[in-house]
């Protein structure tokens, strides 16, 4: 059974360029979660999706970063435009929302702007 | 608000011993849910173990075991027979029936052979 897939892997860019960042979460999850890890801050929740709809998009930084979930199976995180200090590694999580369901979380796209 | 405290940075523990790392939440609820979270070199976050408030046993999974303490809210995470494999970031999180998980700043494991 797949897991939950990111895409890239791995992303570097120039400063000022548009990033996207992809996840497919595990089928039947309806729970999407986009966090953002820096040795600095730590693990941080951005947004959070239900069902597809957003529920909490308070740890969003700023206009800069927007996420949509068009369906139940794909979301994306975008960053424009993008600048250094988005440099981070980005995961993507998914849950079953029943009882004590985990989360599980992909491998993370690590986010170099340069 | 919930909270979820991890009050060692870092710990070290020699192969084969047993480490315990701690860790408290706050919150008024009385349903709710405990998380041990993995994260190795790797990067990946690999679920270690969970633990159900209205439960009173203390779950366990093979070498990984928790001491559950609810009225004083705690819930530290025992690792029996260390072994190299386990140095990571270990994280405690807290989840509300329904809602976000709550993430506590985590705890760097050292293994020494």
Not at chain 1, 34 to 49: A, C, D, N, P, S
Not at chain 1, 74 to 82: A, D, H
Not at chain 2, 16 to 31: F, G, K, M, P, Q
Request: proline share 5%; glycine share 6%.
């Amino acid at each position: 059974d797949a897991g939950v897939i990111q895409s890239p892997r791995h992303e570097v860019t120039e400063m000022g360029q548009e990033v996207t960042l992809r996840c497919k979460p595990i089928s039947g999850h309806d729970y999407l979660f986009w966090y953002r890890q820096t040795m600095m801050r730590g693990l941080e929740l951005l947004i959070y999706f239900n069902n597809n709809v957003p529920i909490d998009d308070s740890g969003m930084p700023e206009d800069r970063f927007s996420a949509k979930m068009p369906n139940a199976s794909f979301s994306t995180l975008k960053i424009q435009p993008s600048e250094p200090r988005d440099s981070a590694v980005y995961f993507c999580a998914s849950r079953l929302g029943q009882g004590g369901q985990p989360q599980h979380f992909g491998d993370g796209t690590r986010l170099s702007i340069l | 608000a919930q909270t979820v405290t991890q009050s060692q940075p870092e710990m070290s523990v020699q192969e084969a011993e047993t480490v315990t790392l701690s860790c408290t939440y706050d919150t008024s609820e009385s349903d709710y849910y405990l998380f041990w979270y993995k994260q190795p070199p790797s990067r990946q976050m690999i679920l270690v173990i969970r633990q159900e408030a209205y439960k009173q046993q203390n779950a366990t999974e093979n070498r990984f075991s928790v001491n559950f303490q609810k009225a004083a809210k705690s819930f530290s995470l025992k690792i029996s027979d260390s072994q190299l494999g386990d140095a990571a970031m270990y994280f405690c999180a807290y989840r509300r029936t329904n809602d976000k998980i709550i993430f506590g700043k985590g705890t760097r494991l050292h293994i020494l052979p």
